[in-house]
């Protein structure tokens, strides 16, 4: 498992784990909440 932290455009973004966007900024219209990014990161992947 390797994080990762995209930043695209202004305000832009994306969380990936092993490719896969386990967070974007834009898909949820808001910032993460405080220990958010950590959980998905942590959660396995089915």
Do not use: C, H, N, Y
């Not at 994080?3 to 949820?28: E, Y």
Request: no cysteine; hydrophobic share 40%; net charge positive.
């Amino acid at each position: 498992m390797a994080p990762k932290i995209r930043m695209g455009g202004p305000g832009q973004l994306d969380v990936l784990v092993d490719g896969r966007v386990v967070f974007s900024k834009k898909s949820a219209k808001r910032m993460p909440q405080p220990g958010e990014v950590v959980r998905l990161v942590r959660t396995p992947v089915p």
